[in-house]
T-cell receptor
Framework: NAGVTQTPKFQVLKTGQSMTLQCAQDMNHNSMYWYRQDPGMGLRLIYYSASEGTTDKGEVPNGYNVSRLNKREFSLRLESAAPSQTSVYFC????????????FGPGTRLTVL | QKEVEQNSGPLSVPEGAIASLNCTYSDRVSQSFFWYRQYSGKSPELIMSIYSNGDKEDGRFTAQLNKASQYVSLLIRDSQPSDSATYLCAVNTGGTSYGKLTFGQGTILTVHP
């Protein structure tokens, strides 16, 4: 039981490049989330998926898109990376959106040059 | 006004002492409250959840919730150097209809031998 997994662990991009961050969970959770964490800003919600087939914007969605591929997988795409998107990205999941005990993956450290 | 506020610290306590971490929140309809521990370079790890007023104990950890005062705290008894980490308070600010966790900035705790 791996919990929440994320790939890649590290990535360096040039401005304007695109990439997809992958997330998968094996806990049969319904809800999944993408956060970014920046020094002094705390954890901020980018997008979430309350259940398979639904996605909604969080606090900082600009510049990102998501896909809930199936119940297990939730990907985050940067279409045209900008230096302001340099951050640590965490994926999380919870049994359901209400009450919301969220469990986090190990994170992806992204640098945009 | 920030939705979830924590004293950023650092909070320094000697080994064996009680560490007290505090958090206030602004949304009166918040229903669920969580404490996460985050070691440097790692992902947040859920250590406590609390939903009702009063105290909840789990090993050396006690979470305390006072909804009237909009205040939640975490006590760590018999603090150990391995408890040195950043502690994040998270509040479900979406009511019961869906879960949206808002995180505080975190309190850095240092336990010195």
């Amino acid at each position: 039981n791996a919990g929440v997994t994320q790939t890649p662990k590290f990535q360096v991009l040039k401005t304007g490049q695109s990439m997809t961050l992958q997330c998968a969970q094996d806990m049969n959770h319904n809800s999944m989330y993408w956060y970014r964490q920046d020094p002094g800003m705390g954890l901020r919600l980018i997008y979430y998926s309350a259940s398979e087939g639904t996605t909604d914007k969080g606090e900082v969605p600009n510049g990102y898109n998501v896909s809930r591929l199936n119940k297990r997988e939730f990907s985050l795409r940067l279409e045209s990376a900008a230096p302001s998107q340099t951050s640590v990205y965490f994926c999380a999941s919870s049994v359901r959106a209400t009450y919301n005990e969220q469990f986090f993956g190990p994170g992806t450290r992204l640098t945009v040059l | 006004q920030k939705e979830v506020e924590q004293n950023s610290g650092p909070l320094s306590v000697p080994e064996g002492a009680i560490a007290s971490l505090n958090c206030t929140y602004s949304d009166r309809v918040s229903q669920s409250f969580f404490w996460y521990r985050q070691y440097s370079g790692k992902s947040p790890e859920l250590i406590m959840s609390i939903y009702s007023n009063g105290d909840k104990e789990d090993g050396r950890f006690t979470a305390q919730l006072n909804k009237a005062s909009q205040y939640v705290s975490l006590l760590i008894r018999d603090s150990q150097p391995s408890d040195s980490a950043t502690y994040l308070c998270a509040v479900n600010t979406g009511g019961t209809s869906y879960g949206k966790l808002t995180f505080g900035q975190g309190t850095i705790l240092t336990v010195h031998p």
